[in-house]
């Protein structure tokens, strides 16, 4: 039976889904990464039940400093994560594109591989000596980590409030980087900027006008590029670090997703790569 706190945010896994069924009928060139998506969504969404339910000591950090991350990732039991995932790898790898099935097949076949890739990926550690040994790169072995740990992660974080004073450009409750930036009206501001966290979806209120990378203020270095269709998601750029994020502005689709309407754009972030921009965060399918 669903509890009535888990019973909510359970839905928002499945208008995720929705969503990603609706941009898949209308974006067919964005096919390939919505169709992994939908493959990746209920394994995310049973992971995200069951760190609900499970009992996760120390991992929330109360009364800590006002710029300090509120969750503690690498407190979490790995002891208690690793048969997780390692059912998540064998529900996800039949389902996944040949470069990823073939990574994760290595991971799936050793233990301490697992572990040691959980606990560094927790710890914020590079992943680069793990991926040497299975022949890719880093960036390519992370998927594998943060698709696990995302849904763990939103979980955790939806308990604790985001401090109302938080005005980094890392996310309050994680400390990882910010995968796309939002607008929207609320009752206290019209059009407010929030950044969402790329790891646990947290959302917080960041500036208009600056550059959440390096803190780049001045006008005449920012630029926003938009494309007819679709209006709502439009790229970010700053001059003076090279670095872009994407905004999803509700205000001019109230249906969208922001972090699968972020997947179904992938035009954007092709046409970024090409100008020579890099992306602060990029999301889970690797663009
Ligand atoms: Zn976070
Ligand atoms: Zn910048």
């Given at each position: 039976?669903?509890?009535?706190?888990?019973?909510?945010?359970l839905?928002?896994?499945?208008?995720?889904?929705?969503?990603?069924?609706?941009l898949?009928a209308?974006?067919?060139h964005?096919a390939?990464p919505?169709?992994f998506?939908?493959?990746?969504l209920?394994?995310?969404s049973?992971?995200?039940r069951?760190?609900?339910?499970?009992?996760w000591p120390?991992a929330?950090?109360t009364?800590?400093?006002?710029?300090?991350?509120?969750?503690?990732?690498?407190?979490?039991?790995?002891?208690?994560?690793?048969?997780r995932?390692?059912?998540?790898l064998?529900?996800?790898?039949?389902?996944?594109?040949?470069?990823?099935?073939?990574?994760?097949?290595g991971v799936?076949?050793?233990?301490?591989?697992?572990?040691?890739?959980?606990?560094?990926?927790?710890?914020?550690?590079?992943?680069?000596?793990?991926?040497?040994?299975?022949?890719?790169?880093?960036?390519?072995l992370?998927?594998?980590?943060?698709?696990?740990?995302?849904?763990?992660?939103?979980?955790?974080?939806?308990?604790?409030?985001?401090?109302?004073?938080?005005?980094?450009?890392?996310?309050?409750?994680?400390?990882?980087?910010?995968?796309?930036?939002?607008?929207?009206?609320?009752?206290?501001?019209?059009?407010?900027?929030?950044?969402?966290?790329?790891?646990?979806?947290?959302?917080?209120?960041?500036?208009?006008?600056?550059?959440?990378?390096?803190?780049?203020?001045?006008?005449?270095?920012?630029?926003?590029?938009?494309?007819?269709?679709?209006?709502?998601?439009?790229?970010?750029?700053?001059?003076?670090?090279?670095?872009?994020?994407?905004?999803?502005?509700?205000?001019?689709?109230?249906l969208?997703?922001?972090?699968?309407?972020?997947i179904?754009?992938?035009?954007?972030?092709?046409?970024?790569?090409?100008?020579?921009?890099?992306?602060?965060?990029?999301n889970?399918?690797?663009?």
């Amino acid at each position: 039976m669903t509890t009535g706190l888990s019973r909510r945010p359970l839905q928002q896994w499945e208008v995720r889904r929705q969503r990603a069924v609706k941009l898949l009928a209308r974006r067919p060139h964005a096919a390939p990464p919505l169709e992994f998506l939908l493959e990746l969504l209920p394994l995310q969404s049973e992971l995200f039940r069951w760190s609900t339910e499970a009992e996760w000591p120390g991992a929330i950090v109360t009364g800590a400093g006002d710029d300090t991350p509120k969750l503690r990732l690498d407190a979490l039991s790995i002891d208690l994560l690793v048969p997780r995932f390692a059912t998540f790898l064998e529900g996800l790898l039949p389902h996944s594109p040949d470069v990823l099935a073939e990574i994760g097949a290595g991971v799936q076949a050793r233990e301490p591989t697992q572990r040691a890739l959980l606990k560094h990926y927790l710890a914020g550690q590079d992943l680069s000596e793990i991926a040497a040994g299975l022949d890719c790169e880093a960036r390519q072995l992370e998927f594998f980590p943060r698709a696990f740990m995302q849904p763990i992660a939103e979980a955790l974080a939806r308990d604790t409030a985001v401090p109302e004073d938080w005005q980094e450009n890392f996310c309050p409750m994680c400390g990882r980087l910010p995968q796309l930036a939002l607008l929207r009206d609320d009752a206290a501001a019209r059009g407010r900027r929030l950044l969402v966290c790329g790891l646990c979806a947290s959302e917080w209120t960041f500036r208009r006008g600056v550059c959440p990378h390096c803190g780049e203020e001045r006008p005449g270095q920012l630029f926003i590029h938009s494309v007819p269709d679709p209006t709502h998601v439009y790229v970010d750029e700053c001059k003076s670090c090279s670095a872009y994020l994407k905004t999803v502005d509700l205000r001019k689709d109230g249906l969208a997703v922001p972090l699968v309407d972020e997947i179904a754009t992938v035009e954007l972030d092709i046409w970024a790569e090409e100008r020579g921009l890099w992306k602060i965060q990029p999301n889970l399918l690797g663009m």
